[in-house]
């Protein structure tokens, strides 16, 4: 349904519309790895700006460097740390949390 919903985007656009697919974390597995959530799909289809996106691409950047390259803006990039949650909080949310983190 994805690629045939961005086909039929593509196919209808007048100019070549930019077209980004993302999931999102999904179930995480171990909360102190901080490569984990940063494997889920990304796709973009960033006409006139190859290699806009890095290829470990992360949510926290996405939106600016959009901007940055569509909108000519100089918006600076977070760190991509500030994309990363510590999972070592879940251990003072009690016992709705997920399982402990040791």
Known sequence: KVVDTVKQIMD???EPPVIIVMSDHGHRHDMLDRRE???SLFMAYT???PGLFPSDVSPV???T???NAYHRT???LSPESGYFVD???LRTLGP???DPVP
């Open 12 to 14: 209808s656009s007048a």
């Open 47 to 49: 006409p006139g700006h």
């Open 65 to 67: 460097r959009f901007l």
């Open 37 to 39: 959530p940063l494997r």
């Open 61 to 63: 950047n996405v939106l």
């Open 74 to 76: 100089a918006l600076p």
């Open 87 to 89: 999972g070592r909080f």
């Open 96 to 98: 709705l949390a997920m």
